[in-house]
């Protein structure tokens, strides 16, 4: 017998909607949401279309809680260099990296649900929210550095909101052109362009010896 009190698994009703996310995922890595149907989502979880509508009204409902699921993800993957101080080149690239990671499988519908100019009401408030908690994160960051006078003399959301941006768009275009440049360059160039924006600056690497002094302001 279990101890009193003690963790509980996941119900059959977490499973079933576990499963329907899962094969929302799978479906929307191929195709737009606008060609995937309700019946092939639950087909595709092993359930029937009415017990789709048990846990979800709509495939828009459905979408909006996958990006609900995926929206916090910007924070861990950039918590190493969000939790750190200063310029610091290397952890910054690497939390772009692993977001590119993510873009690189799931970019379809990532493109699809952040950038779509009109992706339904309910999709639309999960973004704001997203993005909201997002550039909230990269403010409180900046601000830190700002109170040290590290920052260039800018307002620190604003600062915040472009680098978000400039994230979430580079990643979609690495996405819809995979051959235009390597990922290695392509991340060099965000971290740089990042660091030139918040700092003015960027730091020496161990490839560039001579760094942001030799000309690379």
Not at 109 to 128: H, I, K, M, T
Not at 180 to 200: K, M
């Amino acid at each position: 017998m279990a101890a009193s009190g003690g963790r509980r698994g996941p119900t059959k009703g977490d499973q079933r909607e576990r499963a329907l996310l899962d094969a929302a995922v799978g479906l929307l890595r191929s195709r737009p949401v606008a060609q995937i149907t309700i019946d092939e989502v639950a087909a595709a979880a092993g359930i029937t279309r009415s017990g789709f509508y048990f846990y979800f009204e709509s495939k828009q409902a459905l979408l909006a809680e996958v990006c609900a699921q995926t929206g916090g993800t910007f924070d861990q993957e950039m918590s190493e260099w969000l939790e750190s101080d200063g310029l610091d080149r290397a952890a910054l690239r690497r939390g772009f990296a692993s977001g590119l990671k993510r873009w690189k499988v799931d970019g379809r519908w990532l493109s699809e649900a952040f950038l779509s100019p009109d992706p339904g009401p309910d999709v639309l408030a999960v973004r704001e929210k997203a993005l909201a908690t997002g550039c909230g994160a990269m403010r409180r960051r900046i601000e830190r550095d700002a109170r040290s006078g590290r920052t260039v003399p800018a307002r620190p959301e604003l600062l915040a909101f472009m680098v978000v941006n400039l994230r979430l768009l580079m990643f979609a275009q690495a996405f819809a052109h995979p051959n235009e440049q390597s990922d290695d360059d392509l991340l060099d160039e965000l971290t740089d362009a990042t660091l030139r924006l918040l700092y003015g600056v960027v730091p020496a690497t161990a490839d560039d010896p001579a760094g942001a002094a030799a000309g690379r302001r």
